[in-house]
């Protein structure tokens, strides 16, 4: 008993596509996800990886990296205060509702965008600073 229970075990570790054919274990309510080592690139788990879906908050995430640039550079301050324009709070999507003339700091706005991914927020961000030609 002991050795086909060890057997069974090792087929779990050492055959992932027997896994994936359960479904997505390790992000279940994802339509698709992907986990891969950054050093070595290796994929450690997958799950309908190859289907083309919207990039959805990875534009968001893209843009995070460039605020975070543009606060190392200094071109930006996490005091810096933002005024929503009437494009940004016209969104649409996953948004907090930020009004046309609304003023808010970088590091609120990150907050925002951060927890409740909103949208007007990052565009927000964005126009500020392509204004000042960053």
Known sequence: ????????????FLIPSVRAEEGNLLA???????????????VLYEFNSHEKLA????????????????????????DTKITASKHASDMGGSQILLEEGEVMTVEDLLKGI?????????????????SKDI
Request: aromatic letters at 2%.
């Open 28 to 42: 279940p309510s994802a339509k698709s996800a992907i986990l891969i080592e950054a050093s070595t690139g290796q």
């Open 1 to 12: 008993m002991k050795k086909v229970l060890l057997f069974m075990i090792s087929l779990w």
């Open 55 to 78: 990039p959805a908050s990875m534009t968001k995430m893209m843009s995070l990296l460039l605020i975070m640039e543009a606060l190392d550079n200094g071109s930006l301050s996490l």
């Open 114 to 130: 951060t927890i409740a991914s909103g949208n007007e927020l990052v565009v927000s961000i964005k126009q500020s600073l392509v």
